[in-house]
């Protein structure tokens, strides 16, 4: 079939003419109007508006062609909207299509009507779509299934659906002997229940039984469908959870990704129930070679895996602790497959490899794409933190790669190196010199505050500190608000260390801040550096170098029960971003964890309904800053996360948001949904 | 689920557009070529502006996007993306925008059956092509006549294959085709090697066929305990999925492989295997840099399997800095090119025996530059397929065919290793 000649722009008049010219009783097989059809839909195709020939095609609806009938029947799908008043001529065609012997035939006719939510035809297909329901055919009550679910999505047809009473058939016809029909009907369903105010899903133990003893004969949509039913069974026992999870895991073979995918999160979910330690050590065994193998599809399935590897292991550390090379990155993966992975492979170092890494975060800093060289960077200086005994090696591939110069990557080492001297006080001031070699490449905010920092919380043993600071001093005007901040704190600190030193510098500082800041943080701090220095300079000399708090790993994950929730999300949309749905998709329901007694005492302690936080845990807020930037060069904000929930400025990493648009350009390749706030207008 | 269907070309012109749910409108289209077709620096597959998201997979000049305005299943839309490409590629054995401008009525047709509100439907090809053909003719007489059985065959238990299938001679051809995925360090080191496999099978049987297929594998699948010794030459697998007709219950219960197959080709079962893995090349590099306006090059390969097997269209991609004006390469087998457009120096030898071995040196002269970064060095890839061999060692041990009619079967089983751009050894 050459059909491309036919794929050309064309007047909606001539294509009129066309068909009706075609009309004469020569045209064989109606091979005309296939052809003059043909071409219509391709106009449809580019967008040129074919509605005007509404009323020719309708009477094309009468040939008895299957072919034209599919393209008609498209036709209307696409314009039926646009012309509510000529709908009305199709629904004789439709209906008695709706009783034609051929069940593909009354398939064809439901799913078309269904699909043209206009009250004339919402109403002439309430009879037909109730005899549908029950047609001896299974390809008909499957096709019929979904329609329910379509005609809930309109305004008028959710009137009738619920005068119908639609959805109890369909909750009949779960127990239909037909696996497709079953899994349409689940389908079918739980749209309803996402949409409804009122219609809420619950399945119970004998229910969800069988829809996973369904799941064998299941086409692999299906068995995802089903699979995604189960998140609606609230498990009452430990032993219901555990049997379930048993049955669905042989799931996790499948060769489909989705099904695995859903798989583990109804696995993940259940798990939340269960007390048997011993089967949920099995369970994280078997999930962890199907997750490896997602990264032998193709780079976007990977890319689905990779994100919700790195939910899944902050949540299960057991799974693939023992995996880190395979997410090395291939020279030739994509750059999102990149930089998911780099990820990844933080948080699965550990003593004993974290030599092997290094290697391949060193290899990887002499790549190309300016983002993936910075995240590298800074995940060696994430692993100085995270492993004390390989804070040695890291200082030293940090200072191999500032030899080479780059711009970004000495900016990126600096910045890493600031939290490294932080995590190990006098350990490797000795590099100072090397880093104030670099002084004239910094031109990033970041970089600046960073280099800063180290000059003020050194500036007794670095020599010329007074006359760098003041450097940076000359352009303080110019500078961005946290440039400015880090450069007052600084130059106190040099006072305070050598009060001779800062004896111009500090009025000057002082100044600006007060006096000629628009910003008012730098204004506020000025007043009170000023007033602590002249009012009771002891208590300025405790307060501005005191003992810093030390920077950790320990709490290196999001909070459990937000992950609990987020895993709710496993494969979805919210497992790329790492939020919930309802924060950035306007019709989504947000999903919480549900409460039972056989809920674990582990996710109870976690758990985030509705209202809030169960009493006994103190949540870490969502958006809690990567890096708390604004904190550390500011020394006078003691703990380094507010609510001391976790204290170390890397812990919220899991992605990597640095919040106050630290460095350049950081923002565009964290995997986020843009402008949650309004929705596109199409 | 998924709201909107699209295919564009590379200008971003729309090529077909089907939208199964109310909530967006065609025009949404613009925004996808404005944020992806036009934008030079695309760094995620999946791109979500308000409450809108696009995935979207490139595939020959064209793009595959699928869109949805909730909270969809990314794998999900990702996969049924590529059961389209898939589909495409059966029905016209390739996915461009020429068959797409050729076929777009077909593909509608086939829309409408493999996806209804965004809920992906039956997408098995085999029960597809039973009423959608690409000749209308057989089609509508498919449908008139055989509509209960298609009705039955697209539904049921078994939708992958019809109960009516006939040949004269029974046959089923096993492919193994393992890609051999290595990254080697500049020490030598091996960083990682593993494979990723494929049991490709082509069944022509009769009636229905209830196969059952063993390897040698002793399947480490997080066996509780240890069920005794197997021999030696066993092979370990760290995962294994199956086609949808493989029954799962049965291989969680016993580790035995069977179902009934679809008629035809289909991908059975895939793998990985990461312990005892047999690379089939080695290589030795030696390249210097002798002053800032040359690098020379001492590539030694050498064939690491039986030298009664051979190695076909093995190819080396050997890069060179940016700024290389010219190569002169010399070798002893095959031929070497330079490539400026991609800086590569690409070493093509058509035909290598096992044990072989085989040496390139060459020169590459750079051109002044007056800043010059280090050169980043980016791996050299090998390329190759070995066939009868297996780099994870695997064997096919029996495939057996019962049918009710107890007729013979023929039984072929062939292997192959391979690398496309997956074979990487840093200099």
Known sequence: MADAKLFTRGKAQELRDELRGANDKRDKGFLRKKTALKKIVANMTMGNDMSPLFPDVVQCMQIQVLEIKKMVYLYLVNYGRLRPEEVTSAIGGFLSDCADRNPLIRGLAIRTMSSIPLPPIVKALIDPLRHALQDQDPYVRKTAAIAVAKLYASEPGRKVVEREGFVGMLRDLLADHNPTVVANCVAALVEISERGDDIVLKLNGNVAGKLVAALGECSEWGQIYILDSLLSFVPQTHLEAEQLAERISVRLQHANSAVVLTTIKVVLYLMNYMEDEVLMRVLERKMGPPLVTLLSSGSEVQYVGLRNILLIIQRRPAILQNEVKVFFCKYNDPIYVKLAKLEIMYRLTREENVSEVLAELKEYASEVDVDFVRKAVRSIGRLAIKISSSSDQCIQTLLNLMSTKISYVVQEAIVVIKDIFRRYPNQYESIIATLCENLNVLDEPEAKSAMIWILGQYSDRIENSDELLEDFAFTFKEEPAEVQLALLTAVVKLFIRRPTAAQELLPKVLKLATEEAENPDLRDRGFMYWRLLTSNPTAARDIVLSDKPVISTETDRMDKGMLDQLLLQTGTLGSIYHKNPNTFIRTAKARYLPDSPALNSSSKRHLITPSGVSSTSIRSPPSLPARPISSIPTDTESPISPNGGSSDPYGQLSDLEFVNGGGAGYQTDIPRPRGADEDLLF | ?427
């Not at chain 2, 008139?144 to 009516?164: C, F, L, N, P, V």
């Open chain 2, 1 to 427: 689920m998924i709201s909107a269907f699209f295919i564009f070309n590379q200008k971003g012109e729309v090529l077909i557009s089907r939208l199964f749910r109310q909530d967006l409108k065609r025009s949404i289209s613009d925004v996808f070529r404005i944020q992806v077709i036009s934008n030079p620096d695309v760094r995620s597959p999946i791109i979500t502006l308000g409450s809108t998201s696009f995935f979207h997979v490139r595939i020959n000049n064209v793009y595959v996007v699928g869109v949805t305005k909730c909270n969809a299943s990314a794998a999900l839309v990702f996969e049924f993306l590529y059961r389209f490409i898939t589909i495409s590629r059966s029905y016209f054995s390739k996915l461009d925008e020429e068959s797409v401008k050729n076929n777009f009525v077909l593909i509608y047709e086939l829309l409408d059956e493999i996806i209804d509100f965004g809920f992906p439907q039956n997408s098995e090809i085999d029960t597809l092509k039973m009423y959608i053909t690409t000749e209308s003719i057989k089609s509508e007489m498919a449908v008139r006549e055989d509509s209960s059985k298609i009705t039955i065959q697209a539904t049921g238990a078994t939708s992958w294959r019809r109960s009516d299938v006939k040949y004269r001679k029974n046959e089923a051809f096993v492919d193994v085709i393992e890609t051999v995925n290595l990254l080697m360090s500049k020490e030598g080191a091996v960083l990682r090697a593993d494979v990723d496999g494929q049991i490709l099978m082509r069944a022509y049987l009769s009636g229905t066929p209830e196969c059952k297929f063993g390897l040698n594998d002793k399947l480490v699948l997080q066996k509780r305990g240890n069920e005794g010794t197997k021999s030696d030459d066993a092979v370990e697998l760290d995962d294994c999925q199956f086609h949808q007709c493989v029954r799962l219950g049965k291989f969680d219960s016993d580790r035995s492989i069977s179902f009934i197959p679809p008629d035809g080709e289909f991908e059975l079962m895939r793998y990985r295997s990461t312990s005892n893995i047999n690379l089939p090349f080695r290589l030795q590099t030696h390249v210097t840099e002798p002053s800032k306006s040359r690098v020379e090059y001492t590539i030694h390969l050498k064939a690491n399997f039986d030298s009664k097997l051979n190695a076909n269209n093995v190819v080396l991609r050997i890069p060179t800095p940016l700024n290389t004006t010219g190569v002169q390469a010399k070798v002893g087998v095959g031929k070497a090119k330079y490539v400026p457009g991609e800086n590569m120096i690409v070493w093509k030898i058509p035909r290598l025996q096992g044990a072989q071995e085989c040496t390139l040196t060459a020169e590459a002269d750079l051109a002044a530059t007056t800043h010059r970064q280090a050169w980043s060095r980016p791996p050299i890839q090998v390329d190759f397929s070995v066939v009868m061999f297996t780099a994870s060692g695997l064997l096919v041990r029996f495939l057996k065919v019962f049918e009710k009619s107890g007729y013979q079967s023929v039984k072929w089983v062939r292997y192959l290793s391979k690398a496309n751009g997956s074979y990487q050894i840093r200099f």
